[in-house]
């Protein structure tokens, strides 16, 4: 059987490399099915591509599957893609994963697809589909996935499956089209997650999490319990990627970094006893940060911590998990334990949260700000107002730029946020050395 895992060509909205992981460690899961001769993986959302080469790649490739991956801003050329894979390889089966259809599945079913992945692990769902196709019971029930015979679409035959991390395929870096994804990072005003002129090696390390945002899809896809790779297996991966190529830094793909404490002083450690010791970066939440840690993390080579602040206004806190309702002095007292570590502290805005306006985002700002953070903000969006019917262009509100709620003013100041001017641009990129192999020495 052959196999291509892609993401649709469409122009990003914004970038962020560990969101595009699972593109290649769902390609990497399936190569260990048996029945699996060959999987092909391109990932052409990162303005690399065009759509003659896709075409070439489909009518050549001529594959039995074909696995596309979805998210919120990338649905832009989801019609176009389905219309030339149903052209140009007539025989090839369509499966869709991705945080979208795990969300909104039924938003899906106009394309023609043959199957969506819409609970459980993306790359589980996907193999459970193409080793019922080599089964020959093409329209079987699956966990975590609708499969559709003619006009009929039938429901999971329940809950997608979770794999333990042992499970986990990470990535395989020579796959990865990286001088694309430096391109995306080079300019901080857009704010995306990366360094600018540095390579970044994604670790993907943990999935679920316990803190239930309501803004946030991550515990309804992977569950509120966390699953985590063991430290062992985290350094190993670093040292085998920096084996296959140069990177500068290195940033952990967890939707709460710091959540295991012992963990995360067991991997300092390692750090600091080498012989790897990568600078690197994470995200959490300023409730899992402690004096103690920051400076043991400071030590071990952390250069940015990005910490889920969302807001400082007091009426905005009601919306908010307990953990996540941060007093101003805390908040004071993280930034200067960040400041003495040599971290650059991060802080993840929402704009238009419940409870706040366009004042209470500039009190919030001018905090940040004036502590020596960086503001990162994002729009305030309500997932579970998406449906099935909405059109590509509605679905493509929930990309947390723009105001989803069509009642919303959009001239109250909330896009100044967003697409105003930044004149502060890290620099954090000179903590970084440039790795010998890619400066030229």
């Not at 048996?34 to 591509?49: E, K, M, Y």
């Not at 297996?233 to 296959?244: C, L, S």
């Not at 949260?353 to 009190?363: K, V």
Request: net charge negative; charged share 25%.
């Amino acid at each position: 059987m052959r196999v291509l895992v892609i993401w649709p060509p469409h122009v990003p909205s914004y970038f962020n490399a560990g969101h595009h992981s699972p593109l290649y460690m769902t390609a990497g899961h399936l190569r260990r099915l048996p029945s699996v001769d060959q999987v092909d993986v391109r990932d052409a959302g990162v303005l690399n591509t065009h759509w003659k080469a896709i075409g070439d790649l489909l009518y050549q490739g001529r594959y039995d599957v074909i696995a596309m991956m979805n998210d919120f801003d990338a649905v832009d050329g989801f019609e176009r893609f389905t219309a030339y894979a149903r052209e140009l390889s007539p025989a090839s089966r369509l499966i869709t994963f991705g945080r979208l259809s795990s969300m909104n599945p039924g938003f899906f079913q106009r394309y023609g697809l043959d199957a969506i992945v819409q609970s459980g692990d993306y790359e589980a769902g996907v193999a459970h589909y193409v080793e019922s196709l080599t089964a020959g019971t093409p329209h079987a029930a699956l966990p975590g996935v609708a499969v559709r015979e003619g006009e009929r679409w039938h429901p999971p035959a329940g809950d997608g499956k979770s794999l333990p991390p042992e499970e986990w395929t990470l990535p395989d870096v020579r796959e990865i089209p990286y001088e694309h994804y430096d391109r995306l990072y080079a300019r901080d005003e857009d704010k995306f997650c990366g360094i600018p002129f540095r390579r970044e090696l994604v670790v993907p390390v943990a999935r679920g999490c316990p803190i239930g945002c309501e803004f946030c899809e991550v515990h309804e896809i992977f569950g509120l319990r966390e699953r985590r790779l063991s430290v062992d297996a985290t350094v190993a991966y670093i040292e085998e990627a920096h084996r296959a190529m140069p990177f500068e830094y290195v940033s952990f793909y967890a939707p709460t970094f710091t959540l295991d404490k012992r963990w995360m002083r067991e991997l300092c450690e390692r750090f600091l006893s080498g012989p790897i010791s990568p600078r690197w970066k994470c995200a959490t939440t300023v409730h899992h940060l402690d004096a103690d840690l920051v400076e043991l993390m400071g030590r071990a080579g952390c250069v940015r911590v990005s910490v889920g602040l969302e807001t400082l206004e007091p009426d905005g806190h009601g919306s908010l998990p307990r953990a996540k309702r941060i007093q101003e002095e805390r908040f004071r007292e993280l930034a200067e334990q960040c400041t003495r570590a040599g971290i650059e502290l991060n802080a993840f805005v929402i704009i238009g949260l419940p409870g706040t306006g366009s004042e209470g985002a500039i009190r919030t700002r001018e905090l940040v700000e004036q502590v020596g953070a960086r503001f990162r903000p994002t729009m305030y969006t309500r997932l579970h107002d998406m449906n099935p019917t909405m059109t590509p262009m509605e679905i493509s509100r929930y990309n947390r730029h723009l105001i989803a709620d069509p009642h919303h003013a959009p001239d109250d100041g909330l896009y100044d946020f967003l697409f105003g001017r930044e004149p502060r641009v890290t620099s954090v990129h000179e903590r970084i050395p440039v790795a010998a192999a890619r400066s030229g020495a």
